[in-house]
């Protein structure tokens, strides 16, 4: 049996943040708002990943009223998230997602950020998808006041 799931999030760029994308420090003088480390990346596979077992969403599992959660790090969530993957029973296919932002370039940070996710999500670096597009200057997102990603991942019931 498989499970799609499909993940959104959006965060404000604000300066006085670290921009972090899919657990990695990506230099930039603007960073992501957010009651964790706002990275977007991460969050919006943590809800795919949870869509699919349909087992709420990371709201739901990490609220931004619970201080435990102040300045957490993604990775830790995500971490806690692939344990409830796979006490529900599943095992990650693949993940791909889509980062929409004006700037910083992210291409070079790719190789990075799947030395970093593959490992949590127990997928090789083939089976991660990591696009980056822009807004084409529409939006608040176009204005390089937020960055956005989208995410769907493939999810195998374990024999």
Known sequence: MYRIGIGYDLHRLVP??????GGVDIPF???????????????????????????GDIGGHFPDTDPRWKDARSTDLLARVM???REKGFEVVNVDTVVVAEAPRLGPYHGAIRD??????GIAPSDLGIKAKTA???GVIGEGSAI???AVT??????
Do not use: T, W, Y
């Not at 006085?16 to 994308?21: D, F």
């Open 16 to 21: 006085g943040r670290k921009l972090v994308l």
């Open 29 to 55: 003088h603007l960073g992501a708002a957010g009651h964790s480390d706002g990275d977007c990346l991460i969050h919006a596979v943590i809800d795919a990943l949870l869509g699919a077992v349909a087992a």
């Open 83 to 85: 344990e409830i993957v």
């Open 116 to 121: 970093v996710l593959c490992p949590i999500l």
């Open 136 to 138: 084409e200057g529409l």
């Open 148 to 150: 956005a990603c989208h």
């Open 154 to 159: 493939l999810l195998r019931k374990c024999a």
